[in-house]
């Protein structure tokens, strides 16, 4: 029998059977006032809630109620259900102030599957869900979901200040937002669900206390379990396959017990940012592109609270140990560990250990007096990351093929030692915000930047190498009276390249077959550049918006364009260096003045079609005085040592006491 608009049922104990009601977009389809009323059979269509019981125990069976904004409301009563049915509307199931009522074997299309709103010891159970929501749970306590299957393109399952709730065997995928998402929401269980192909598995957002065990997440974009803000969760026995990341906590997700997982093939296994106080046990990260990685949130807080996690060696990754340790004092690393983070120690020896796909190698914190040794470190964020450290020293160690080979964060007086870095897509040598690091000996090659220097001042680089890498060989930055001695950067775009480092120290480098510049200095003051070899590179020596640099001693020829190129620059020296055969000028010198130019060697430079040994557009002084003499010119011919015969120097220079022979005042004072 089909009827046209809706009916209110007036006496317990009614059952309507067979309909087919139809309404035209509002109102209500059946309306149950009283208890006990048995819909079956029934097809609800086109109503703005198909049916709404006011009452209890009610029951709806193997009916479709389709084309309402609500399906079925269930407000005030208790012991309602739903079973069988076919739920095709905007809002599936919505209940609110209601205790004990069962949806069972249903199937939900519409934008959310069944809403549950200030109510308890309600049961979703073992229906399917093609909506954008599943199921959401709003302040409401001891509900069931159970059993169900849930494709949803928002979120699979969301509580929201909901306490004390049970989600089990849970089938879920497709989420956007997270499979399961407990907002606010304590003392949950989270059991034998499985969550896939969702932007995250599970996650939980300022809620604590939650049981969340035995759960299959896999396939998830960002990560296959996150906490946020979330303390004093029990998260055990899930196996965590294939997602971004596998367990990320966050924000100060703390004293959270983690135990018991097979964290598997994720980009990376477990992340604890910015969360410190954790206790892991007995997890396995077997096969994850990065297996584990601490760090804290806040980048301007040097406090080591974010790091300070119980992670014992039951943990283990592919098979081999995690050495955690927290406050250590006066040991010696001998396990085979593949993970190592020293957290507040002092005088702690690790050596010969390979570390490889963690985002920290080995992780050094807030720790005084340690000693790495010989460390094999690869395909790891930062092969070895020191932060706040003081007087650490790391010897003879590689880096291959990491995104930074060494890092180095806020340290004091640390000192890197015959290590090798290679193949980084970042630097090979990172050294961020500290003062009076010592790299000796260390070999920085094939990575994008070789070693890499940045708001560190006295930092020493001595006797290292840095070749072929795709941008700077040596860059700083921000780092005041840094010293560079016999070093080479070879093969690189720059060799070194040092912008806002005043007081600088360059002295005996070689740089060579480097693409640009051999040396390249932009503004900044008061550097000198003495005994350096820059031969073969695109321009020897480029300074632009530097004041008061001395450039003494150096062999600046046979570069590609320029021996010495400089713009925009004053005040300063040039003496005493040689410009041989380089392919366009000896020394170019644009829109820059007050430079003392004198007792250099210019020789063969430019090409025979256009020879230019020098060229000067500013007010410079190309000699010392009489007695002190200008340059040598190769292609300006006087008589003494020094002569008296000018040289003119394009377009505005004159060398007024050029030397007859190379290196002519060689004895004189």
Known sequence: MTLEGGFVVGAPGTTISGFEIRGFGSGVGIELKYPETVIEGCTIRNFSTGVLSTASENRIWDSAIEGCTAGVGFRDGSGNLIGDSLIRSALGVEIVGSQRSEISNCTFLGDVGVSIANSSENAVLCSVFSSATGIEVYDSDHNRIEGNEISSSNAGIALDGSLENEILGNWIDGSRVAGVFLLNSGRNAIRNNSARDCTIGVRL?????????????????????????????????????????????????????????????????????????????????????????????????????????????????????????????????????????????????????????????????????????????????????????????????????????????????????????????????????????????????????????????????????AIRNSEEGVRIAGSPNCVLNMNSASENRQGIRISGSGFSLLIRNELCSNRDAGIALHQLSGATVSGNVAVDNGDGLFLQSVEGVKVEGNNLSRNGRYGLRMSFSRDGRVLGNSFIQNGISGASLVDSTGWSIYRNNFVDNGNPMLPQNAVDNGDNDWDGGPEVGGNFWSDHHTSGNPGSDPRRVPVKGVDRYPYQDPDGWRGLR
């Open 205 to 465: 957002k300022g809620s604590a206390e939650n049981r969340i065990g035995d759960n299959l997440l896999e396939d998830n974009e960002v990560a296959g379990l996150r906490l946020e803000a979330s303390t004093e969760n029990v998260i055990r026995g899930n196996l965590l396959r294939d997602n971004g990341e596998g367990l990320f906590l966050r924000s100060g997700s703390s004293k959270n017990k983690i135990e018991d997982n097979e964290i598997f093939r994720n980009g990376r296994g477990v992340g604890l940012i910015g969360s410190g106080s954790n206790l892991l046990r007995e997890n396995r990260m077997d096969l994850n592109r990065y297996a584990i990685g601490v760090d804290r949130e806040d980048i301007s807080s040097w406090d080591d609270g974010p790091f300070r996690q119980d992670l014992d060696p039951s943990n283990t990754i592919d098979g081999r140990p995690v050495c955690y340790i927290v406050d250590g004092l006066d040991l010696t690393l001998s396990e085979d560990c593949a993970f190592v983070a020293l957290v507040r120690c002092s005088n702690v020896t690790a050596e010969d250990l390979v570390l490889s796909n963690n985002s920290a190698g080995a992780l050094i914190v807030n720790s005084t007096g340690c000693a790495l040794r010989n460390l094999t470190l690869s395909r790891d964020e930062a092969g070895l990351r020191m932060l706040k450290t003081s007087g650490c020293r790391v010897e003879g160690s590689r880096a291959d093929n990491c995104t930074i080979g060494f890092l180095v964060q806020g340290g004091e007086e640390d000192e890197i030692l015959g290590s090798t870095a290679r193949g980084s897509e970042g630097s090979g040598f990172d050294i961020q915000g500290s003062e009076g690091v010592l790299l000796k000996g260390s070999k920085a090659s094939d990575n994008k930047v070789g070693i890499s220097i940045a708001n560190s001042p006295k930092t020493m680089i001595y006797k290292s190498e």
